[in-house]
């Protein structure tokens, strides 16, 4: 998931299963051939954890620009796990981890 991080917060290139599964949203289909049963378990869950990780801080990260209104605290409140993740890894950016 640092990747993700790295990609929101670093501007570095996004990693693949982001990627992928981004791209998979904006054109509607399955990253492989066939039905949802054919695709590779792992993968599938590796793009669904990046796509989730991804949402929570960018929503985060627009959160907090506007903080300056109701938002930042309604949406701390809404969603204190990616909370949590986003306080872990600036403190893993930052070196503290």
């Given at each position: ?15 693949e299963n982001l ?23 792992r993968r599938m ?53």
């Amino acid at each position: 998931m640092m990747g993700v991080w790295d990609y929101l917060h670093n501007k570095a290139q996004a990693p693949e299963n982001l990627t992928l599964a981004l791209r998979c949203r904006q054109w509607n289909t399955l990253p492989y051939a066939g039905g949802y049963l054919d695709q590779p378990i792992r993968r599938m869950k590796l793009m669904e954890l990046a796509l989730d990780f991804y949402e929570s801080i960018a929503g985060y990260m627009e959160a907090r620009k506007t903080r300056k209104d109701k938002n930042w605290i309604e949406w701390q409140k809404a969603h204190p796990h990616a909370v949590k993740i986003f306080g872990l890894a600036a403190k893993e950016d930052n070196g503290e981890i």
